[in-house]
């Protein structure tokens, strides 16, 4: 019997398990199909996070976080995770080779991946000049023109975002209308900044091996081409969670989840069901950054050891 499982092994995972053992837990398995690290891993560069002076790869940066997990008695199980259920007090965790685990207490931390675009270029220029994450990119574009597509909240707040650091920023989308907030729409509309392009889309992503260097788009009425010379795009067309494995056999999901199939959590990370907890990218109004992600697995991990010693 495991005291506690942890599914996922980003940043909120890692700093879970760390919390947990050190915390005194003595049966502290991490489920993680791969190496831990998390989608992190493939950024090539981190400046942002506290404390970490130097700029390193998202590889180089979590390295040590594995060394040091394991360190206090962290147990990795290379596994992937096709299930969780409770039945009863006990919650039961199925791989995929068939192969059950019972656990007392879960942290759900499988994070998630923002969805791609599809268009040419995006793969090839990927961490080069093409990003989801204006937060964590944001700053390497000072001063410089920028594209973002998009017409949701996320594109429309991020493009925002993006406008107080560059120069300008072309905010394209295949509709001309945008589904986002009507006050988002209008701090849009009144950014001297933004430029909106409608109705297009980006028919491709061009650069060098520098990274990229322009976006050639389409308006979808009139079939113009045009290309802006732009170091960087911005792509925001959706972003799955990973909840995928808390699907029940009659469909149902395990604990609440809202619209997009994110984890609902109180501030302690709680879920709706006892003894389950979840943190990091997974979770409603997760930020997506990687110190929040740390934060919420700390916090998660101290609510399980508080409820491991209550169910004592």
């Given at each position: 019997?495991?005291?506690?499982?942890?599914?996922?092994?980003g940043p909120a995972g890692l700093s879970a398990g760390l919390y947990a053992t050190r915390g005194g837990i003595k049966?502290?398995?991490?489920?993680?199909?791969?190496?831990?690290?998390?989608?992190?891993?493939?950024?090539?560069?981190?400046?942002?996070?506290?404390?970490?002076?130097?700029?390193?790869?998202?590889?180089?940066?979590?390295?040590?976080?594995?060394?040091?997990?394991?360190?206090?008695?962290?147990?990795?199980?290379?596994?992937?995770?096709?299930?969780?259920?409770?039945?009863?007090?006990?919650?039961?965790?199925?791989?995929?080779?068939?192969?059950?685990?019972?656990?007392?207490?879960?942290?759900?931390?499988?994070?998630?991946?923002?969805?791609?675009?599809?268009?040419?270029?995006?793969?090839?220029?990927?961490?080069?000049?093409?990003?989801?994450?204006?937060?964590?990119?944001?700053?390497?574009?000072?001063?410089?023109?920028?594209?973002?597509?998009?017409?949701?909240?996320?594109?429309?707040?991020?493009?925002?975002?993006?406008?107080?650091?560059?120069?300008?920023?072309?905010?394209?989308?295949?509709?001309?209308?945008?589904?986002?907030?009507?006050?988002?729409?209008?701090?849009?509309?009144?950014?001297?900044?933004?430029q909106i392009v409608t109705p297009s889309i980006v028919e491709e992503i061009r650069g060098d091996s520098s990274g990229v260097s322009s976006v050639v788009i389409k308006n979808i009425q009139s079939?113009?081409?045009?290309?802006?010379?732009?170091?960087?795009?911005?792509?925001?067309?959706?972003?799955?969670?990973?909840?995928?494995?808390?699907?029940?056999?009659?469909?149902?999901?395990?604990?609440?989840?809202?619209?997009?199939?994110?984890?609902?959590?109180?501030?302690?990370?709680?879920?709706?069901?006892?003894?389950?907890?979840?943190?990091?990218?997974?979770?409603?109004?997760?930020?997506?950054?990687?110190?929040?992600?740390?934060?919420?697995?700390?916090?998660?991990?101290?609510?399980?050891?508080?409820?491991?010693?209550?169910?004592?």
């Open positions: 019997m495991i005291d506690l499982a942890i599914i996922g092994g049966n502290v398995v991490l489920f993680e199909k791969g190496m831990p690290g998390g989608q992190i891993t493939g950024s090539s560069e981190i400046e942002n996070y506290p404390g970490v002076k130097e700029v390193i790869s998202g590889l180089e940066f979590m390295e040590p976080w594995q060394e040091q997990c394991f360190r206090f008695g962290l147990q990795h199980e290379m596994s992937e995770i096709s299930r969780i259920s409770k039945s009863g007090e006990i919650f039961e965790i199925l791989d995929t080779s068939g192969k059950v685990s019972q656990a007392k207490a879960v942290i759900f931390a499988t994070g998630g991946r923002p969805k791609r675009a599809g268009i040419k270029g995006e793969s090839e220029f990927w961490g080069r000049g093409v990003s989801t994450c204006a937060t964590c990119d944001g700053f390497f574009y000072k001063d410089k023109e920028v594209a973002v597509l998009g017409g949701g909240d996320t594109a429309l707040e991020e493009a925002v975002y993006l406008t107080r650091m560059c120069k300008k920023v072309y905010l394209i989308h295949r509709r001309d209308g945008f589904r986002a907030a009507p006050t988002t729409i209008e701090h849009v509309k009144n950014n001297p900044k933004i079939g113009e081409l045009r290309e802006l010379a732009v170091p960087g795009i911005f792509i925001f067309v959706g972003y799955d969670v990973n909840t995928q494995i808390l699907t029940q056999e009659d469909g149902s999901m395990l604990c609440e989840c809202d619209e997009y199939k994110s984890v609902k959590v109180d501030l302690s990370m709680r879920t709706s069901v006892s003894g389950l907890f979840a943190a990091g990218d997974v979770r409603i109004q997760a930020p997506k950054q990687v110190v929040c992600a740390a934060g919420d697995g700390a916090t998660a991990a101290l609510q399980a050891i508080s409820y491991l010693e209550q169910a004592k």
